[in-house]
């Protein structure tokens, strides 16, 4: 069974820039959860979605936004990349969210922002 | 706001010992409770998790959870020197919640 599958693995971009980030959960699981890792403040909740809805939503600016389509996939986007969006981002599925079970994490993308 | 605490280490612990890892929460309410393991560059892999008080064991692992201390541990029996990471203890409160909350990790180094 293929775990989630994170594109691109890393990117780097500039200030001012956007991105858009992409996550495939494992076969059957609905939710679909995001999380930024960051040495300073180590792994921050971002949003959570299930059957194409945010159903939770982190401490982060507006910049940051996601949605889910029908087959589970999720994208997140950052706008207006700033310097301390740099950070790995990391995606997480479980059957149907809200801890009921527990979430598998992708490998990540590690963005780098010049 | 919700709180997860854990000792950032690093624990060294001799090959072959048993390794201690301990957490403390701050909101009463959570209901679910998570060990992942993270190698450097790596991304967190699950090794626990467990819902109700008392003990879980899975092999060389045992989870303990006391809810009315507000603490979780996680037990590494038989040491290995693979089993040098950074062991992060996670918590969700379930229903309307804002995901997983983290500890910020306990780097355990297994001397050989």
């Known amino acids: 069974k293929a775990g989630v599958t994170q594109t691109p693995r890393y990117l780097i971009k500039t200030r001012g820039q956007q991105v858009t980030l992409s996550c495939s959960p494992i076969s059957g699981h609905r939710s679909v959860s995001w999380y930024q890792q960051t040495p300073g403040q180590g792994l921050q909740f971002l949003f959570e979605?299930?059957?194409?809805?945010?159903?939770n939503k982190g401490n982060f600016p507006g910049r940051f936004s996601g949605r889910q389509f029908s087959n589970s996939r999720s994208e997140m986007n950052v706008s207006t990349l700033e310097l301390g969006d740099s950070a790995l981002y990391l995606c997480?599925?479980?059957?149907?969210?809200?801890?009921?079970?527990?979430?598998?994490f992708g490998d990540g993308t590690r963005l780098s922002i010049l | 706001q919700k709180e997860v605490e854990q000792n950032s280490g690093p624990l060294s612990v001799p090959e072959g010992a048993i390794a201690s890892l301990n957490c403390t929460y701050s909101d009463r309410g959570s209901q679910s409770f998570f060990w992942y393991r993270q190698y450097s560059g790596k991304s967190p892999e699950l090794i626990m998790f467990?819902?109700?008080?008392g003990d879980k064991e899975d092999g060389r692992f045992t989870a303990q959870l006391n809810k009315a201390s507000q603490y979780v541990s996680l037990l590494i029996r038989d040491s290995q020197p693979s089993d040098s990471a950074t062991y992060l203890c996670?918590?969700?409160?379930?229903?309307?919640?804002?995901?997983?909350?983290f500890g910020k990790g306990t780097h355990l180094i297994i001397q050989p």
């Open positions: 996670a918590v969700h409160s379930g229903g309307g919640a804002d995901g997983l909350t």
């Open positions: 997480a599925s479980s059957l149907t969210g809200q801890g009921l079970q527990p979430q598998h």
């Open positions: 467990i819902y109700s008080n």
């Open positions: 979605y299930f059957s194409e809805t945010q159903r």
